[in-house]
């Protein structure tokens, strides 16, 4: 099969390799998927990069976690009738070197996923770690018809997903951005109303959006940039936490014992069994209703993945970045 992979840790132009890779065969338990597309993450370039040290480093690595394709053979264990079936595939590098960057990936069943054949292949290489994301935060975040919502990042492959979940549970999303365009993105998943943090002061306008309310939830991509909007929850506030910056951060406290607080941190590689099975009915049912909308901001073929992951890492598209293959 061809295959993307990296000897070690660094730049993507100086370490990424392109070639022939042995077929996997799918043992006990396993479907092997025949990719047609993969999605880039930050986890992604992150983990080709070395930002999570050599010691996470599994030697040669075909990376990425997210993808989509047709199972093409199944392991001993697995109903042959899953042949044929389009999917989505989670968790594909996470703790193993085999990732979706790859014509072929030999994985556990339950990490193959049916896709409706309304949902195209790079669309589904977006689900993954987004998606899932997504939804636990806003389990997490209790969510209520009603309730003010601020989605961290709006222009993100999380917050775009985020704000459509909060909405399907009526709520009224606020998001934060930083320029017309990412705002332009975030009301188009369904935000009521964008704040552009380097431009307007964040609590000002929430106090202006909510009457002086405050917010319900907060759904928060870098808890470490933003810990001091803890302050601008109600009594009851709800946090979901799925990133941070810096392995240290300071929260006001007093606020958040006197109003009650809840923070919330999710790590989506590591979901307990029974919320996954939940969020991933969770998110096949809207699926199949086709009730979300999938942010697809640029293609890559395999040949040109280096250029992929450099767009991630500059941040240079708005949407998802996806390989095909």
């Given at each position: 099969?061809k ?6 840790l660094g730049?993507?132009?100086?370490v990424?390799?392109?070639g ?6 799918a043992?006990?338990?396993e479907v092997?998927?025949?990719l ?5 993450n930050p ?6 990069g070395?930002a999570?040290g ?8 075909i990376p990425?976690?997210?993808g ?6 199944v392991?001993p264990?697995?109903?042959a ?7 989505w ?8 070197p ?5 014509e072929l ?6 990490m193959?996923?049916?896709?409706p054949?309304?949902?195209?292949y790079e669309?589904g290489?977006c689900l993954g770690?987004?998606?899932m994301?997504?939804a636990q935060?806003?389990?997490l975040?209790q969510?209520e018809?009603?309730d003010?919502v ?7 492959a999380v ?7 909060a909405?399907l549970r009526?709520a009224?999303?606020l ?7 990412k ?6 998943a ?8 380097r431009t ?5 306008r929430?106090?202006?959006l ?10 928060e991509?870098?808890?470490g940039a ?5 302050g ?8 979901a ?10 929260i006001?406290?007093r606020a958040?014992?006197q109003?009650?607080v809840s923070l919330n ?5 590591e979901?307990?069994?029974?919320l ?6 969770e ?7 086709g009730?979300?909308v999938?942010?697809v901001g ?5 040949a ?7 767009a991630?890492?500059?941040a240079s598209v708005i949407?998802?970045v996806?390989?095909t293959?």
């Amino acid at each position: 099969m061809k295959a993307a992979w990296y000897d070690d840790l660094g730049p993507a132009r100086d370490v990424m390799q392109i070639g022939n890779w042995p077929d996997p065969v799918a043992g006990p338990g396993e479907v092997l998927v025949r990719l047609r597309a993969s999605g880039v993450n930050p986890s992604d370039v992150k983990s080709r990069g070395g930002a999570f040290g050599r010691a996470r480093f599994l030697g040669r690595t075909i990376p990425h976690s997210d993808g989509a394709g047709d199972i093409v053979a199944v392991g001993p264990g697995v109903d042959a009738a899953r042949v044929g079936e389009r999917v989505w595939v989670w968790n594909g590098q996470y703790q193993r070197p085999m990732g979706t960057a790859a014509e072929l990936i030999a994985l556990p069943a339950a990490m193959a996923v049916k896709l409706p054949n309304a949902v195209s292949y790079e669309a589904g290489a977006c689900l993954g770690i987004p998606a899932m994301t997504a939804a636990q935060a806003v389990r997490l975040c209790q969510i209520e018809p009603g309730d003010q919502v601020l989605v961290s990042g709006g222009a993100g492959a999380v917050a775009h997903y985020a704000i459509q979940l909060a909405k399907l549970r009526g709520a009224r999303v606020l998001t934060t951005i930083s320029g017309a365009a990412k705002a332009a993105h975030a009301m188009a998943a369904g935000a009521d109303a964008t704040i552009n943090y380097r431009t307007e002061n964040v609590a000002e306008r929430v106090a202006a959006l909510t009457a002086g309310q405050g917010l319900d939830a907060i759904v928060e991509m870098d808890l470490g940039a933003n810990a001091s909007q803890i302050g601008l929850l109600r009594a009851g506030g709800r946090v979901a936490i799925y990133g941070v910056t810096g392995a240290e951060v300071a929260i006001p406290g007093r606020a958040s014992l006197q109003g009650a607080v809840s923070l919330n941190f999710l790590y989506v590689y590591e979901q307990k069994p029974t919320l996954r099975a939940a969020i991933i009915r969770e998110l096949s049912n809207l699926l199949a209703a086709g009730r979300l909308v999938h942010a697809v901001g640029a293609r890559f073929p395999l040949a040109e993945i280096a250029a992929a992951h450099e767009a991630v890492e500059q941040a240079s598209v708005i949407g998802n970045v996806v390989v095909t293959l």
